[in-house]
């Protein structure tokens, strides 16, 4: 997946709906474009596992 750990996971009920953020720690020599593409899975991810998701964010920080 490319994510190596992930610290301050937060969800928040906005009406009816579920919104959140997550910060996640990839491998320091990932370009930009390896960072989206794993946050974008991520995101994907997360929406299909939580039914009332309406938006997530992930924060990307690299390892080391």
């Not at 190596?4 to 990839?26: A, D």
């Amino acid at each position: 997946s490319g994510v190596l750990s992930h610290t301050g996971l937060r969800l928040r009920w906005t009406g009816e709906k579920i919104s959140g953020e997550v910060v996640i720690k990839i491998a320091g020599g990932q370009s930009v474009t390896d960072g989206h593409n794993i946050s974008q899975k991520l995101e994907r991810s997360i929406a299909e596992k939580i039914e009332d998701i309406d938006s997530i964010s992930v924060h990307i920080e690299p390892n080391g």
